[in-house]
């Protein structure tokens, strides 16, 4: 299952693959805050089709504890 591609206000493109990423936006602060619970074992992982960042902005993946 595909996850519709995130467009922020400056057009940066971040589409999961699968349902177990979330993303949210910050447009004060120009920053993506992505999460995930896929975990194998004790890692942790993302799966993306597209990710399109822009130089003026951040991206910052969250993992869960004891991963």
């Known amino acids: 299952m595909l996850t519709q591609p995130l467009l922020a206000?400056?057009?940066?493109?971040?589409?999961?693959?699968?349902?177990?990423?979330?993303?949210t936006y910050d447009d004060t602060k120009k920053t993506h805050l992505i999460t995930t619970t896929a975990i194998k074992d004790k890692n942790a992982f993302n799966a993306f089709k597209n990710f399109t960042l822009h130089s003026n902005e951040i991206?910052?993946?969250?993992f869960p504890d004891n991963t």
């Open 59 to 62: 991206a910052n993946l969250k």
């Open 9 to 23: 206000a400056s057009q940066s493109t971040i589409t999961t693959i699968g349902n177990k990423t979330s993303i």
